[in-house]
């Protein structure tokens, strides 16, 4: 990288290629890695665990006064009031990974006072580095990166993630994808959020939609996809999407699109509806995603080995 870099934002690549190391060299041998189940098609391994491992450490030791929330340790390390939060999904795509999928890729963001303000997704196969600073741009490697020129929904392809987990409104997301499929070029499902962001900040979708989202799965992307001109929010088109469980992205005109068709299905109660029940807060929100990664399911430990030779 030429460029030269935010102080945070530079730890925070730091962090990120260090764990993309620990996952390249986990890839090499993954059927001897130990898989376990948090919840029905949701998995962790110890590579999501050391990976998550050396970025906390990497960024405690350089921020020590700084808070953490992490997909697989939640707010265990930091300081729990601190202005600055790092949010960090060591491994999206996890599922992806144990397959040998390669999709996935290292998440940090920084939020500073509930902004985000850093941001890095790393896709460690590729040794593709997506970052952006508030206010510098976004950029993948040395290349500065801009949403498509695509004004109109139906040339556009659009990404988007499917629901997986026990619980999931899979008819109502059925019905939501008939309405994009039915209005757009295309659609594609790759596995992991925080990449498919950085494709709407490359131009390469459209735009992009998901439910059953946590802060980790978006919060870096979302910076990329506005330093690069494009637009996110909630279903409804609101900018609370972090703490809402669902997102909605693209290039200015195909965003508006997409929210005139995704706005019906939204979990999002909107400000003043009448005997509306009060809106979550996104504490409320947050500890529930958090209890739902944590849900009491035995965990069920795989080991994979390796075909005996013939």
């Given at each position: 990288?030429?460029?030269?870099?935010?102080?945070?934002?530079?730890?925070?690549?730091?962090?990120?290629?260090?764990?993309?190391?620990?996952?390249?060299?986990?890839?090499?041998?993954?059927?001897?890695?130990?898989?376990?189940?948090?919840?029905?098609?949701?998995?962790?391994?110890?590579?999501?665990?050391?990976?998550?491992?050396?970025?906390?450490?990497?960024?405690?030791?350089?921020?020590?006064?700084?808070?953490?929330?992490?997909?697989?340790?939640?707010?265990?390390?930091?300081?729990?009031?601190?202005?600055?939060?790092?949010?960090?999904?060591?491994?999206?795509?996890?599922?992806?990974?144990?397959?040998?999928f390669p999709v996935y890729a290292v998440s940090i963001a920084l939020a500073f006072r509930g902004k985000i303000e850093q941001a890095v997704v790393y896709d460690p196969t590729r040794n593709?580095?997506?970052?952006?600073?508030?206010?510098?741009?976004?950029?993948?490697?040395?290349?500065?990166?801009?949403?498509?020129?695509?004004?109109?929904?139906?040339?556009?392809?659009?990404?988007?993630?499917?629901?997986?987990?026990?619980?999931?409104?899979?008819?109502?997301?059925v019905e939501m994808f008939e309405q994009v499929m039915q209005h757009c070029a295309g659609v594609r499902r790759p596995g992991a959020a925080a990449l498919d962001l950085c494709y709407v900040?490359?131009?390469?979708?459209?735009?992009?939609?998901?439910?059953?989202?946590?802060?980790?799965?978006?919060?870096?992307?979302?910076?990329?996809?506005?330093?690069?001109?494009?637009?996110?929010?909630?279903?409804?088109?609101?900018?609370?999407?972090?703490?809402?469980?669902?997102?909605?992205?693209?290039?200015?005109?195909?965003?508006?699109?997409?929210?005139?068709?995704?706005?019906?299905?939204?979990?999002?109660?909107?400000?003043?509806?009448?005997?509306?029940?009060?809106?979550?807060?996104?504490?409320?929100?947050?500890?529930?995603?958090?209890?739902?990664?944590?849900?009491?399911?035995?965990?069920?430990?795989?080991?994979?080995?390796?075909?005996?030779?013939?």
């Amino acid at each position: 990288m030429s460029q030269a870099l935010h102080p945070m934002l530079n730890i925070a690549v730091k962090a990120a290629r260090a764990a993309g190391s620990i996952i390249n060299r986990a890839a090499l041998d993954v059927e001897r890695l130990t898989i376990s189940t948090k919840g029905v098609n949701d998995f962790v391994t110890e590579v999501d665990q050391a990976a998550e491992k050396v970025i906390i450490e990497t960024l405690l030791t350089a921020y020590p006064g700084h808070a953490i929330l992490a997909e697989e340790s939640g707010r265990q390390h930091g300081a729990k009031h601190s202005d600055y939060l790092w949010i960090i999904d060591p491994l999206d795509g996890t599922t992806n990974f144990i397959h040998g999928f390669p999709v996935y890729a290292v998440s940090i963001a920084l939020a500073f006072r509930g902004k985000i303000e850093q941001a890095v997704v790393y896709d460690p196969t590729r040794n593709d580095l997506f970052f952006a600073s508030k206010g510098r741009g976004a950029f993948l490697n040395d290349r500065r990166l801009r949403v498509s020129k695509r004004i109109r929904l139906a040339e556009s392809l659009i990404g988007t993630g499917f629901p997986f987990r026990k619980g999931d409104n899979f008819h109502r997301y059925v019905e939501m994808f008939e309405q994009v499929m039915q209005h757009c070029a295309g659609v594609r499902r790759p596995g992991a959020a925080a990449l498919d962001l950085c494709y709407v900040a490359a131009g390469w979708y459209d735009g992009f939609f998901e439910t059953g989202l946590s802060p980790w799965d978006v919060a870096a992307g979302s910076l990329l996809i506005t330093e690069a001109g494009g637009l996110i929010g909630n279903f409804t088109g609101d900018a609370d999407f972090l703490y809402q469980r669902e997102a909605v992205a693209g290039t200015p005109k195909v965003y508006g699109q997409l929210v005139q068709l995704l706005a019906p299905y939204s979990k999002a109660i909107k400000a003043g509806a009448p005997e509306a029940p009060a809106a979550p807060t996104p504490e409320e929100v947050l500890a529930a995603a958090l209890a739902e990664s944590a849900e009491p399911v035995p965990r069920k430990t795989v080991r994979v080995k390796r075909p005996a030779a013939k």
